[in-house]
């Protein structure tokens, strides 16, 4: 029933947009109905065993105490056997009672003690190496060797054969159609999973060799659906680095297009902000989540579609000020839209996972025919 619930709470837009508000209240009262047997079952059999054990163990308590009283009276029996006696049968009935709830509670136990260790017991795919092997300098090149993925038991391939760089000093774009496989390739650089094969490489060495946290101390994420904690602005932004002044806070806001709205929120740096960020807008969630990202300063910067919930206005100037910001990083961009990656030093563009061109966007104008029919959508014939 929990997961019925949460369930219908997480998607309750959904089924209020697709009039499904009958339907779902009939699932949930079929698992409410289910557990309310069951839980009636079991207090019926409580509520029987308990009142009884008590009637069993008043009783005991006065035929002893009537019988003894009798022995003790006429000499037969010390008043110590008595007392003993009544303190054995009263310990044994206990003992019952006690196994009576017990008959209760550890069913119930054994049901959440096997979700527990399923849980304990699952080992993750992605493992620290034996022999870590750190990068002699750090620069933040990533490269892709003739990577190919999949994901754990997918019909076919999500990634064939990729290959290319995102060099430090340049901005690297990413773009294709929807399931093309663009998210995937930041999912690969910070090993969210393994390569099926061939490799990836940051600063000249194989991920899959590097150790993690090394790995991510270098890497600045920001996803494609942002996450604030609950906590403060401040707060949020020192996530990846907790030593950052305020005036460090305030310029990371400045360069996210996002001085202006935590100025005017308040308690500013200290402004609340709940669990998921859900008291801010979406588009506020992810210049924050940009705004952590520079926070860290980081040798590369990984954007994953998060200029998606921008205007173009914001998006031009964050871009414009992330040129000057990121410096000699290596920046990684996966976009849907054109105007996000025209101006980027490489453009890498995936069809079905496979890269159908790379160059700039004037040499993809000339040379790709998927990337000109991508600008065409997007931005027009006179465009292209």
Request: with cysteine; proline share 3%.
């Amino acid at each position: 029933i929990t997961q019925v619930l949460r369930e219908q709470i997480t998607g309750v837009r959904v089924v209020r947009a697709f009039i499904r508000v009958g339907s779902e209240r009939a699932r949930f009262e079929t698992a409410n109905a289910d557990l309310t047997a069951t839980s009636l079952r079991v207090n019926r059999i409580f509520a029987v065993a308990f009142p009884a054990l008590l009637v069993i163990m008043n009783l005991s308590t006065v035929a002893i105490l009537w019988f003894g009283a009798g022995l003790v009276d006429r000499g037969d029996m010390p008043i110590g056997n008595l007392t003993a006696f009544l303190q054995y049968i009263m310990q044994i009935l206990f003992a019952v009672m006690t196994a009576v709830f017990m008959v209760i509670l550890i069913p119930r136990a054994e049901a959440s003690a096997q979700r527990i260790a399923q849980v304990l017991d699952t080992n993750s795919s992605i493992t620290e190496p034996l022999r870590p092997i750190a990068p002699e300098r750090v620069r933040g090149l990533v490269a892709f060797a003739d990577v190919t993925f999949a994901y754990p038991h997918g019909e076919r391939p999500v990634l064939h054969g990729l290959t290319f760089e995102a060099r430090p000093g340049r901005t690297t774009a990413i773009i294709g159609g929807t399931g093309s496989g663009k998210s995937t390739v930041v999912n690969l650089v910070t090993r969210a999973f393994d390569v099926t094969s061939g490799a990836v490489l940051v600063d000249g060495v194989d991920v899959r060799e590097q150790a993690l946290e090394g790995l991510w101390g270098r890497i600045g994420l920001v996803p494609q659906t942002a996450y604030l904690f609950k906590g403060t602005v401040a707060q949020n932004l020192r996530f990846g680095n907790e030593n950052a002044s305020d005036a460090q806070l305030w310029h990371a806001l400045e360069v996210a297009q996002a001085r202006d709205f935590v100025a005017s929120m308040p308690g500013q740096l200290e402004a609340p902000i709940d669990q998921g960020g859900t008291n801010v807008s979406g588009g506020q969630r992810q210049r924050l989540a940009i705004a952590r990202a520079i926070t860290k300063r980081p040798a590369i910067y990984l954007f994953d579609d998060c200029f998606s919930a921008l205007d173009a206005g914001t998006d031009a100037r964050l871009r414009m000020a992330l040129r000057g910001e990121t410096g000699d990083a290596s920046v990684l961009i996966v976009a849907q839209r054109v105007s996000t990656i025209l101006h980027a030093d490489h453009i890498v563009v995936l069809d079905e996972g496979r890269v159908v061109g790379s160059g700039t966007h004037d040499e993809l104008m000339r040379s790709s025919a998927e990337y000109r029919e991508i600008v065409e959508s997007q931005l027009g014939a006179a465009a292209a």
